[in-house]
Structure formats: structure tokens, C-alpha cells
């Protein structure tokens, strides 16, 4: 009864911007304690359920509906969640929209993930390094490390170059957990974070006999994707990242002074991208008409004066405010293009003017705009161009004056050529003659 008490709660809340729903995993009580700071973070802006991994009340969804819009998973050594809930549930989940923030290995003597951390990694193209590795860097390192040169400083230089997914940080972070490799060929999986080019991934007290997991910028310390349906997914090979402990410490790098971690700045700014509390973007009107008219015609005839208006609003603080950018293009397509354009952009409002194309068909406008750290928008309107009408056409084109002229200089030659013909005659001889 508690438990549909709390589906009801849920539902009633909805799925606005406003008021999010997240669940946060963790794998025992320790947790609660050692990363109070983090879940607090998630409490104060959502929301917020915290179950154990081994929970058998866990569920993402009940009676077709989902409960939540957000996870959180704080168990990297978990196998499933609940009684039930595995990888493939969490895939599902991000399939139908859902966004995740997982932490992977922890521990300073040997990291580890379990299979339900790299299951969901490997589904969305990044690849974690094996159990009881960690990243190494023996030039980046934190004075409190134990020797192994395991707990990283990573510069926030190393970040990615997008504001709405990483803020503006300028302190230094810390890191200790496994290593990460993207999948290059995956144009939707992003490095926020990554290592410095001393840095590799490898069991820390062994040898190296075979080249490492990852090395230099290559090793992601925390990958995210943005799938094509804009759900969301951020993944840190870090679970220490997230804790309390580190989100308190002072980062103090061999050579360098003092100063205050950056990990609960930069963990706050993935929370408000990931649940999509930054970064997203509408279009709320589409519109076109003749240049110089208010209505919308039935069709286009070719060579007329068109107008084609989007309104865009992003969401930003609580608020959907008029969208600023100029870098939106739109396209009148047949086939292939016939124009291309940058749209003008007045408080949110964009507007492409230009000419219908000299082509007749059926054609259409479209707009499919995907910027880094922002929610991929496209919309496709189509419409028809028909030909000129016969009362439409000049009455004298003038590239056609030489034919004119050749059918004028025919009729009068044959008009002189008929005088000559009836007019003249030879002269008949006589016999005599």
C-alpha cells in the first residue's frame, strides 16, 4: 500500500521541467554516509527516492508507466538492481527517453565494475577498463596520494568545450577509479573528462608488458552521451569522484599550491545537464507564407518571394526564455537542396527569407539543428511549387527577341518572294525569233 502510495504521489507530480523524479541507487548505508553531499545536491533540486541495489521493491516502471524520468546509480559493483533489474531494463529506460548518471569502480587498492555498469557503458559506447586497474598519471598527482600516483589531479582544461554541460569551472579536480575508452565511431558519445597525455590505465602494482587499456587524452575519466531521442546519459569511472570526501578536499598537486576541489561544482553542473535542466531547446511555432502577406498559401509558384519563420525557446533556470543563436540554417529541399540558408534571429524569433527556386515539385523546409550540449531539434514542412499559369507568363521574353526576330524576317521574306513570284514573268519568244 506504502508503495502505491508513493506511485501515486509520482504520477501526480508529472513529467514537467519544473519537478523531476529521480531514483538513486545505492549499495548500502555506507554510501548514504559517504556521499551525503552529492545526494543532497539531488535533493534539493528533485524529487528524490534512494533505494538499496538489493532492494526487491526497486522498479523503474509500474503498470506501463514509468515512476521516474531520472537514475542514478551509485552501485558500480552491482550485478542487477532489485530482484529484476538489469542492464537491459536501464537500456530500455534510456530508449523511451530516461536519462542515467552512473559511478563506476572505487577503492584506492583496486577498482572494480560489475556487469551491470558495463553493460549499460558498452550500449552506449564507452568501454571500461578490467577490474582492480586505475588510471595513473606519476605528473598529475595529489600529495595525499599513497604512492601508486592513483589519485589523479585532473586540470579543468582537460574538460569539454561546452558550457551548458560542464559550467564554468576553474579549480582542479580529483580523481581515483578506472579507466574509459570511447567508441570513436560513435558521433554521440562525448569525453567531458579527460586525462592528461601522462595519463594511462593499468593495474598499479604490475609491470607493463602490453600497451594500456587507455593513455593520455584518450582516457576518459567521465564519458557521456546524448542520444537521438535527447535522453541523456553521463558515466564516471569514478565513484570516489562523487563523495564527500573529495568533494571537501583541498586538490594540492605536487608543485602547485593549494585550492579547493572543483568535483561538487563540476558534479552539480553534470546533474543539471544530464537531467536536462540545461541544454535543452523547443520549437514552438513553424511558420511560412508570400513575402509581404499574412496567410499561408495553398502552394508556391515558382519565382515568388517566401518567408519562413521557426520560434525556438530554451529552458534555462526554471524558464523557457527566447532562444539566442545565430548559427540556425534551414533548407528548401527537393531531393537535395535548392537553398540553404542562415536564419536571422530577433529575440527567439528566426526568420530565412528567399526566392522559390525556378523548379516546380513538391519540396519541403527543414530545420535540424544539433549543437554540442544541446537537444537536437528538426522539424520538415512540406509544400508544393507549381509552374506559372498561361496568363502569368511576359508577354515578350526577351531572350527569345533573335526568334522573334527570325520568324518576323521569314514572313516578310516570304511576303517578297510572293510579289516577285505573282508579279513578274519572262518574256515569251517568238518563233521568228
Excluded at 506501463?64 to 542487477?80: H, I, K, R, S, T
Aim: aromatic share 10%; glycine share 8%.
Amino acid at each position: 500500500m506504502k508503495e502505491f502510495s508513493l506511485f501515486l504521489l509520482l504520477a501526480a507530480s508529472g513529467f514537467s521541467k519544473d519537478v523531476r523524479n529521480v531514483l538513486v541507487v545505492v549499495d548500502g548505508p555506507a554510501v548514504l554516509d559517504s556521499h551525503s553531499a552529492f545526494i543532497n545536491q539531488l535533493n534539493n533540486n528533485f524529487n528524490t527516492v534512494v533505494k538499496m541495489s538489493d532492494d526487491n521493491s526497486l522498479v523503474l516502471k509500474r503498470y506501463g508507466e514509468y515512476l521516474f524520468q531520472d537514475l542514478v546509480v551509485l552501485a558500480p559493483a552491482a550485478e542487477q538492481l532489485g530482484s529484476g533489474l538489469e542492464a537491459a531494463d536501464i537500456i530500455q529506460f534510456i530508449d523511451d527517453g530516461g536519462n542515467v548518471l552512473m559511478a563506476a569502480g572505487a577503492g584506492e587498492a583496486g577498482t572494480r565494475a560489475g556487469e551491470l555498469a558495463r553493460e549499460v557503458a558498452s550500449e552506449v559506447g564507452v568501454e571500461l577498463d578490467e577490474d582492480g586497474t586505475n588510471v595513473i598519471d606519476h605528473l598529475n598527482f595529489d600529495v595525499k596520494d599513497s604512492g601508486h600516483h592513483t589519485l589523479v589531479v585532473a586540470d579543468p582544461a582537460n574538460l569539454i568545450n561546452s558550457d551548458r554541460i560542464v559550467g564554468k569551472q576553474t579549480e582542479s579536480f580529483l580523481y581515483r577509479g578506472l579507466g574509459m575508452v570511447t567508441d570513436p565511431s560513435n558521433p554521440l558519445v562525448l569525453n567531458i573528462l579527460a586525462g592528461a597525455s601522462t595519463t594511462y590505465s593499468h593495474h598499479p602494482e604490475d609491470g607493463i608488458k602490453e600497451y594500456p587499456h587507455a593513455v593520455g587524452r584518450n582516457t576518459a575519466l567521465i564519458a557521456g552521451l546524448q542520444a537521438r531521442n535527447n535522453a541523456r546519459v553521463v558515466i564516471s569511472g569514478s565513484m570516489d569522484f562523487f563523495s564527500d570526501e573529495f568533494f571537501a578536499a583541498n586538490v594540492e598537486k605536487v608543485g602547485m599550491g593549494s585550492q579547493k576541489s572543483g568535483n561538487a561544482a563540476l558534479a552539480a553542473a553534470l546533474v543539471s545537464w544530464c537531467f536536462q535542466q540545461t541544454g535543452v531547446i523547443r520549437i514552438d511555432s513553424v511558420s511560412h507564407k508570400i513575402a509581404g502577406t499574412a496567410d499561408t498559401p495553398a502552394y508556391y509558384t515558382i519565382r515568388q518571394h517566401c518567408e519562413y519563420t521557426l520560434k525556438i525557446a530554451e529552458y534555462v533556470r526554471g524558464e523557457w526564455v527566447p532562444f539566442k543563436a545565430d548559427d540556425v540554417q534551414m533548407e528548401f529541399v527537393r531531393i537535395d537542396p535548392f537553398v540553404r540558408q542562415r536564419m536571422i534571429n530577433k529575440n527567439g524569433i528566426l526568420t530565412a527569407k528567399f526566392k522559390v527556386p525556378d523548379v516546380y515539385g513538391v519540396f519541403k523546409f527543414t530545420v535540424d539543428y544539433a549543437r554540442l550540449g544541446l537537444t537536437r531539434i528538426s522539424t520538415s514542412t512540406q509544400v508544393s511549387v507549381h509552374p506559372l499559369m498561361h496568363d502569368q507568363y511576359e508577354r515578350f521574353i526577351p531572350s527569345a527577341y533573335p526568334y522573334y526576330a527570325s520568324s518576323f524576317s521569314m514572313m516578310a521574306g516570304v511576303f517578297v518572294f510572293a510579289l516577285v513570284f505573282l508579279y513578274t514573268k519572262d518574256e515569251q519568244k517568238t518563233k521568228a525569233e
